[in-house]
């Protein structure tokens, strides 16, 4: 049981209610990870908005994002996150022996190699920030990834680990 209290969907009300209605449209329920953001329904909205920027993307492809979430949920033992895109990799095409093959070596992703590149250097940058270099940036570039696709992304795996130490300090249960 999560440490904090979540409202349950029939509890809802509100802002929370409609916010949890979108939730149940789009995932046929009303998920664990939304009733605990739900417990600040204007951080919900946020994340919400967030998710909605990174599904309209432009150039960051879904796989290629679900692997980055992954990936730093494995990366950290967030088991909710890993589970949850693990689930999403398997619904787009991605095989479970690539999922665990990732896990292992990253390089070895099933992407093209610009896509691969960006999931490297994102890695890179949340396990060890300080550690990114010039050259390494000027290689996305070479990768045909403009400035805003590289903060985008590591904005989204920035944020990938920020959402598994909330799910992982309040006890989020699978669901």
């Not at 949890?20 to 417990?39: C, H, I, Q």
């Not at 403009?146 to 920035?158: E, F, M, Q």
Request: proline content about 5%; overall charge negative; some cysteine.
């Amino acid at each position: 049981m999560a440490l904090l209290k979540m409202v349950p969907p029939d509890q809802a009300e509100g802002k929370l209610a409609e916010l949890y209605g979108d939730a149940e449209k789009f995932f046929g329920m009303v998920p664990n990870n939304v009733r605990l953001f739900g417990v600040s329904s204007d951080l919900l909205e946020n994340q919400v908005q967030f998710a909605t920027y990174f599904m309209k993307h432009p150039r960051l492809s879904a796989p290629l994002l679900a692997m980055i979430r992954m990936l730093a949920a494995h990366a950290s033992d967030s088991h909710y996150c890993a589970k949850m895109n693990t689930a999403m990799l398997i619904q787009k095409g991605i095989t479970l022996d690539q999922v665990e093959e990732m896990k292992s070596d990253p390089g070895k992703a099933p992407l093209d190699g610009n896509e691969k590149a960006m999931l490297i250097f994102i890695l890179k940058a949340i396990r060890d920030p300080h550690a990114i270099s010039a050259a390494e940036i000027d290689d996305l570039r070479v990768h045909g990834w403009s400035d805003k696709d590289i903060i985008d992304g590591l904005a989204h795996g920035a944020r990938a680990v920020a959402t598994n130490l909330l799910f992982d300090a309040f006890k989020l249960e699978s669901d």
